[in-house]
């Protein structure tokens, strides 16, 4: 993608001299005034560097590099300015976060390196920015990708509810929903250090004793403990490891969104169908925020019609979630309703095949949904 420079100033002569004098070097777009500015943020970005005039009618140049800030937060940002006080380039920095505070006039040679500078100081940004989310992304298909080998179980509830949990958040406009979703993913995580035997238990329905119950009670914080080490995930780490706990002040949203669709899921495999599993989790207002559990119900009302197709099981792919069971030819479950197939499920089918009507098909939600990404 080409590198964009905006230059925004009142003086459409100023202006003309930009054009004239550096688009031979670079792509370079011009904005008369700080209204005309956030309009070319928006028909004509990106941008990699903004350059703005300190002195404009209706908006400082300082505001403007506020608010280019806040919608393009990569873009390197550049006071180009006939006023160079102090106090002036101090507020700058502190308020717009610039890069540069130019003087005018500005002799052409100082200009062209400063650009320069910028420009690679975007692509620093950038290429951070992308390794972040590479390592980022990779963490996790590790994390769940080990989940789903060594306790398929865990696995497939952390999958089961995370198209879900992401519906949820989108109604109640939790921000950012790719954090909610990594939280869905990796929230039974904890799972792993739990013994088999309890865990089976809890996941089928069974009661457990006192010992179990605490035991079972710590694997949010094991899970939460896992992931404050990876970058971004402290967010992610805070809602998983309040995941059991009812709703309050102090309990993030994400936390409480997870809870209703854990329990609800749980609700489900005790053989209740939808609308009595929301009914029966409304018993109990106490554990739950009812904006959650209107969430939850709004959710399973417009997913009430969504289509599902009859599949071979060696068609199934990574992104399709089961509307059925998926089970063995003696009845036992290997995938469950509501999960998403992933590259480790699959591989772990084809290890299972001695067991498994391999003829047989399986029953998905109709299209491969995407992720909300990182």
Not at 290 to 317: H, I, K, N, T
């Amino acid at each position: 993608m080409t590198e964009r420079i905006l230059f925004v100033d009142d003086e459409p002569n100023i202006l003309d001299t930009f054009l004239r004098n550096l688009r031979r070097a670079f792509d370079v777009a011009t904005a008369e005034g700080p209204e005309q500015g956030l309009l070319a943020l928006e028909g004509k970005g990106p941008f990699a560097v903004v350059v703005s005039d300190l002195r404009m009618p209706g908006m400082d140049g300082i505001t403007f590099l506020e608010h280019v800030r806040q919608r393009m937060p990569d873009a390197v940002r550049i006071i180009l300015s006939g006023h160079g006080d102090f106090a002036t380039a101090v507020a700058s920095v502190n308020r717009g976060a610039v890069f540069r505070f130019l003087t005018k006039p500005c002799p052409p040679e100082e200009l062209v390196g400063v650009l320069r500078d910028a420009l690679r100081q975007h692509r620093l940004v950038v290429a951070e920015r992308e390794l972040l989310r590479g390592t980022l992304r990779g963490s996790v298909q590790v994390l769940t990708d080990v989940l789903a080998l060594v306790n398929p179980e865990a696995f497939g509830r952390s999958e089961r509810i995370r198209d879900l949990v992401v519906k949820m958040g989108a109604r109640l406009d939790a921000k950012p929903l790719w954090q909610l979703e990594l939280a869905a993913m990796l929230c039974q995580l904890g799972c792993v250090a739990l013994p088999p035997e309890t865990l089976r238990k809890r996941l089928s329905g069974e009661a457990l004793n006192a010992e179990e119950q605490q035991i079972w009670g710590m694997h949010p914080e094991i899970a939460a403990n896992l992931l404050t080490n990876i970058p971004r995930l402290g967010e992610v780490a805070d809602m998983i490891g309040a995941q059991q706990m009812p709703p309050g002040p102090d309990v993030p949203l994400g936390a409480r969104i997870l809870r209703a669709a854990l329990d609800y899921d749980a609700e489900l495999r005790r053989g209740l169908a939808p609308v009595q599993a929301v009914a029966a989790l409304r018993t109990t207002p106490e554990r739950y925020d009812p904006a959650v559990l209107d969430a939850l119900a709004a959710g399973l009302a417009a997913a009430s019609d969504v289509p599902m197709r009859e599949v071979p099981v060696a068609a199934l792919r990574p992104g399709m979630v089961l509307a059925r069971d998926l089970v063995n030819t003696e009845g036992a479950p290997l995938l469950l309703a509501g999960q998403r197939v992933s590259d480790a499920s699959i591989t772990r089918l084809r290890n299972l095949s001695d067991i498994l009507n391999v003829d047989g098909n399986a029953w998905v939600v109709d299209g491969v949904r995407k992720g909300a990404g990182t």
